[in-house]
């Protein structure tokens, strides 16, 4: 990896000032959901009819009391996912990256296997990284999911942007890991021509 300061991807950038339409959009949309609660509610209390159907069900209740509280994340994931970047997914320093892998990613490889770099992580060129944004989907006291946009330099020719998702897992000693990291990315559009002959 070069001389570039790898942390600096991961830190907060000064926001772009918005036009003054743009200041607009929250207002905009709160009277759009005032008034789509006020038609909500006279759909609902409006309408006095009584239905006679009781509606019935074999289905077990959905038991809720074992989903653990969300928490704000822990910084140790958050360490956890910036070390697994700078070395798995740069494939730099690959023994120190082994730690910050779990095992649904290491998928049995011993250290000497691993650092052969041949290892299920989508690589990306982090030296090319300008800004590496996370959004945190959910976070629990052993568990956590984020979304990592890796967003390229300008100068950076060929490298396109990529989102990814990783799911972080703790272990029994304390350590967070990195138990997935897969791409996101849109499913393809279908042609209507191969589909229903349109085009034929």
């Known amino acids: 990896m070069s001389d570039v300061d790898v942390d600096s991807i991961f830190e907060h950038r000064e926001k772009i000032k918005k036009p003054g339409w743009q200041k607009a959009l929250p207002w905009i949309a709160g009277v759009l959901l005032v008034a789509g ?21 074999d289905n077990p209740a959905v038991d809720v009391s074992k989903v653990p509280k969300t928490i704000k994340l822990p910084p140790g994931a958050m360490k956890a996912a910036r070390q697994f970047i700078k070395t798995a997914v740069a494939r730099e320093n690959l023994a120190a990256g082994y730690k910050w892998a779990g095992p649904q990613i290491r998928q049995g490889q011993t250290l000497a ?30 568990e956590a999911q984020i979304e990592v946009a890796l967003l390229p330099k ?29 791409p996101r990315s849109s499913p393809p559009v279908p042609n209507g021509s191969m589909n229903n002959g349109a085009g034929s």
């Open 37 to 57: 609660v006020i038609v909500f509610l006279v759909v609902k209390v409006g309408n006095t009819g009584k239905s006679l159907a009781t509606p019935l069900s």
């Open 113 to 142: 296997e691993w650092k052969t770099g041949n290892i299920a992580v989508i690589p990306y060129p982090v030296d090319s990284i300008d800004y590496a944004p996370m959004k945190v989907d959910f976070s629990y006291p052993n």
């Open 154 to 182: 300008a100068s950076a020719k060929g490298v396109r942007s990529q989102l990814f998702i990783a799911d972080l897992i703790k272990t029994k000693s304390g350590q967070w890991q990195v138990n997935a990291w897969v």
